[in-house]
Nanobody, 123 residues
Framework: VQLVESGGGLVQAGGSLRLSCAAS????????MGWFRQAPGKGREFVSA????????DYGDSVKGRFTISRDNAKNTVYLQMNSLTPEDTAVYYC?????????????????WGQGTQVTVSS
C-alpha cells in the first residue's frame, strides 16, 4: 500500500486548505483511513479517521467543527478539508491506512503511512 499526500502549503490564519491522500491499492474500499499530524518537538496527534464506507467518522478534539474528512473510493482518495486554520494547526500532516472495517485514533494501529505534507499557518 502506497499513500501520497498533497495539498499542503502556507496559508494565513482563518484560511482553508484541502489535503488529499491517494492510495495505490487495489482494494482501497476495504481500508479505513486516518489523518494525523506532527508539529516540531511534539508527538503524532490524531486528526481524523473514516471507515471504509464513510459511515463512521471521528475527529480529534482540537479540530472538531473545523475539519471535515471524506473519501472517494472510486478514486482511491481520502480528503481532509481544513477550515478556520490557526497557527496551532501548523504541522506535517500524514495519511494512514489500516485494513480494517473499524476506525482508530492510535498511530500504532495503522501499518501504512504516507510521507507527509507540510501545512504552515501564519498569524
Amino acid at each position: 500500500v502506497q499513500l501520497v499526500e498533497s495539498g499542503g502549503g502556507l496559508v494565513q490564519a482563518g484560511g482553508s486548505l484541502r489535503l488529499s491522500c491517494a492510495a495505490s491499492v487495489r482494494t482501497f474500499s476495504r481500508f479505513s483511513m486516518g489523518w494525523f499530524r506532527q508539529a516540531p518537538g511534539k508527538g503524532r496527534e490524531f486528526v481524523s479517521a473514516i471507515s471504509w464506507s464513510g459511515g463512521r467518522i471521528d475527529y480529534g478534539d482540537s479540530v472538531k467543527g473545523r475539519f471535515t474528512i471524506s473519501r472517494d473510493n472510486a478514486k482511491n482518495t481520502v480528503y481532509l478539508q481544513m477550515n478556520s486554520l490557526t497557527p496551532e494547526d501548523t504541522a506535517v500532516y500524514y495519511c494512514a491506512a489500516r485494513d480494517s472495517l473499524s476506525i482508530a485514533s492510535i498511530p500504532s494501529h495503522y501499518p501504512y503511512w504516507g510521507q507527509g505534507t507540510q501545512v504552515t499557518v501564519s498569524s
